[in-house]
């Protein structure tokens, strides 16, 4: 059965830095995360090309996140640094576009003095 699960969430203080992991058990040829903030319905934040490794940024975290892939460990990345509050919410990882069946528990990041 097709899985994606989400790690590496925490508490941070405005300014610091979270590496989120993405073990995802199938394939497709795009990945993002999204998130589900306080304010917002669940957003968009960056995907990447599987196989080619292109990498694309929603404006909002352009600059402070990065996206990756580790091939043989079939698990994606996000880099998040200079966090700031507004970035606090859950994240998750899907298929891009996502799929209704493979969105997963997510992993809760806040970020807060």
């Known amino acids: 059965q097709a899985q994606l699960v989400e790690s590496g969430g925490g508490l941070v203080r405005p300014g610091g830095s979270l590496r989120l992991s993405c073990l995802r058990s199938?394939?497709?040829?795009?990945m993002a995360w999204f998130r589900k903030t306080p304010d917002k319905e669940r957003e968009y934040v960056a995907h990447?090309?599987?196989?080619?490794?292109?990498?694309y940024y929603s404006d909002s975290v352009k600059g402070r996140f990065t996206i990756s892939r580790d091939y043989a460990k079939n698990t994606m990345y996000l880099q998040m640094n200079n966090l700031k509050p507004e970035d606090t919410g859950v994240y998750y990882c899907?298929?891009?576009?996502?799929?209704?069946?493979?969105w997963g528990q997510g992993t809760q990041v806040t970020v807060s003095a």
């Open positions: 899907n298929t891009n576009p996502p799929q209704n069946d493979y």
């Open positions: 199938l394939d497709s040829y795009q």
């Open positions: 990447i090309l599987w196989s080619a490794g292109v990498r």
